[in-house]
């Protein structure tokens, strides 16, 4: 991890004038080791302090990098090194055997954008991207059979090749699409999408751009594009920013694109795995972190809270919020729980908040509330001033501004809530549901202030509707939460 | 590796690349910030708003119908956390390209939390505007987009205005006093033509696009703020 000093980079140079012009361009932003030879370059790795974030290459004749030992090295024993080739014209052909091979990540032609490598590099080094898994060779699992999507605005011979795929095979379906808009449908209605191969060149959006789609709405997808126009700019922009898997020329040959596909899909199935293992690692993390958290929060809440009223509030506070479901656990959650103060910080400020709430109620002998108007007196004061002014709170008054806060937090009105009167006291039950989209037992990327101060009205809420001898029921939804108190009153 | 494309011609040739518009969707809770930064924004053609909140609820509920390329949302709200907000609207929509403003400069720890969390660049408040619509063009296609964030920018500008050429300076100095180009071309007893050709060479060396940006660093170059 480089997170700690500036990202190294390993610079592969033919020309002495080239080192010169990129060290001046990026000194500033990385620690740049220079080297004229592979061997030089091959001789450092091995003794290297910190490995390199990127090996960038500026070669004289692009083509000789198709046997670069350095480059074959970093590929098979260094795969998180981010794999960078800068030449004065890259060739299709060329480009198209370095992925064949996996010998480079991105290419770029002369002159470069210093802004869009300075980006790729930090990226790589603050992100696990690189991060690879063995590829899982294992067969293809029961279940319905994976699809191969192939997209092309010429349909002939688009059926042709199908029909010739599906003769050659029995692994995989091949289901065609005749423009970009069309294959989301597809993508829509068969989730067994493995490969999609999309032409370059059609009417509506563009094959580059279905794929950067694709690589954001299912990352899991293996993207090929297909062209029969020599077009590198395009090409190295799928390489670099869409990030394909292979360039595939036309015209097509179906022994090859056969073999191509099967490629394919052993990646989707790596995809798939590293995906699978990373989604039920993180959820059984995060369920110890859970526990732990609510164990904290009970022993830096319980007296103070419980106390107040005599009964175990903050068990009932925290199993409510259990019950209201966001969104998963996913890697960068634990790694704000683990590599940042995030924990500490949540149990310390939530108890804070929570404690100076508590020391401004006075406690009193307060048994239910006057009326209903007394009810509407106060929430209409509480939404009014949302900070809470008042240095002391009475039960009342506490319970309303606790209510006004979960509302801003939700976006609603005053007409959210609805009253009724019962014949013992009042009802007060919220019409729709209150958004909480995060909660002190969910997983958490960043404390902030409204979350805290959401979290701390709900607990408020408990506190002041025991204090008022009345209940809170506390049903919770997809993240979103349903209110309903009961308070004892007089009648009006 | 003789030449390198100045920013803006980079960015020029991203915003070629790409025919789409950019659908641009702004949460931010200050009126008054948003309005300054959306009067810049939108100068850049290709951009479209489709929609502006002040809070995070009022942007989940609404994002759905806007169908944005781009969301730009404060990482501090009144409602919710910005963050918060912006995992939620991911989860709805993934191919979102997510741009987070953030109060102060974030450490690397966290930039990699943000960027693994999906959110596709951070600028902070601390920023120029420039940066700020740079990145906007950066990450519209889905890229993510990180700049030398922790670095004080370096006086480009600066440097560059030093460099002009006397007659030049002096041009730069009478558009910044907002003197029409045909008083200049009278002042300076040259044809109008010649003060454009002026004009456009200043512009190019000092990387600036519009006149308020001459404007403003000359204001500030002035009166010493610029250092």
Known sequence: MATSGA?????????????????????????????????????????????????????????????????????????????????????????????????????????????????????????????????????????????????????????????????????????????????????????????????????????????????QSHPTIVRILTSAWGEVDVAMDAVNEGRIFRYQKKPWNAAELLSLFRKALVQHRTLVSARDRSRSIAEQQFAELRQQRRARLLEHLNERVDGFTGEPITADFLDALATVRTLPAQPPHLRASRETALEHDLVRDFAGMAGRQLSTLQPGHVHGIQNRQAFDQALANALENPAGTSETQTPLMALCQALATLMKASGLERSALELTRTE??????????????????????????????????????????????????????????????????RAD | MSSIESPSAGQGRLMASGQRRLRLYVTMGQRLLRDSLLFQILLHDEVELVGESETGVATLNRLKRATPSVLLIEENLQDNDGLTIAEHALAVNPSLSVLLISDTPVSSGRMAIYLEAGIKAVVSKDQPVQELIKTLFYIRNGQVYVGNWQQEPAPAAMLAYQALSGREREVAQLMASRLPVRDIAGRLGVSCKTVHSYKDRIFVKLGFERLPELILFMQRHQHGAAE
């Open chain 1, 7 to 215: 990202a190294e980079i390993l610079l592969r140079y033919d020309d002495d004038q080239d080192r010169q012009h990129f060290e001046t361009l990026f000194a500033s932003d990385f620690v740049i080791h220079a080297f004229a030879t592979d061997q030089g370059a091959l001789d450092y790795l091995p003794s290297a302090a910190t490995i390199p974030t990127a090996i960038v290459l500026l070669p004289n004749r692009a083509d000789d990098y198709l046997e670069s030992s350095l480059l074959a090295r970093a590929r098979d024993h260094h795969p998180r090194i981010l794999k960078i080739l800068i030449g004065d014209a890259i060739a299709l052909n060329l480009l198209v055997k370095l992925l064949d091979h996996q010998l480079v990540d991105r290419c770029f032609e002369q002159p470069v954008n210093p802004d869009v490598i300075r980006s790729h590099v930090l990226t790589a080094a603050l992100t696990r991207e690189g991060q690879t898994f063995s590829p899982d060779t294992s067969e293809a699992h029961e279940g319905p059979k994976p699809a191969i999507l192939i997209v092309d605005d010429e349909p002939t011979a688009t059926r042709y090749l199908s029909r010739q795929l599906e003769r050659m095979q029995d692994e995989f379906r091949v289901l065609s699409a005749i423009s970009a808009e069309e294959a989301q449908l597809v993508l829509q209605k068969d989730s067994d999408v493995a490969v999609v191969m999309t032409d370059q060149r059609m009417p509506g959006m563009h094959g580059k751009e279905l794929l950067d789609e694709l690589r």
């Open chain 1, 424 to 489: 013992s006291g009042l009802m007060v039950a919220s019409a729709s549901p209150l958004h909480m989209y995060s909660h002190l037992l969910a997983p958490i990327t960043r404390l902030s202030r409204p979350l805290l101060e959401q979290q701390s009205a709900l607990l408020m809420l408990f506190v002041s509707t025991r204090l008022l001898a009345g209940d809170i029921d506390v049903t919770g939804g997809d993240q979103c939460l349903r209110l309903s108190l009961h308070l004892p009153a």
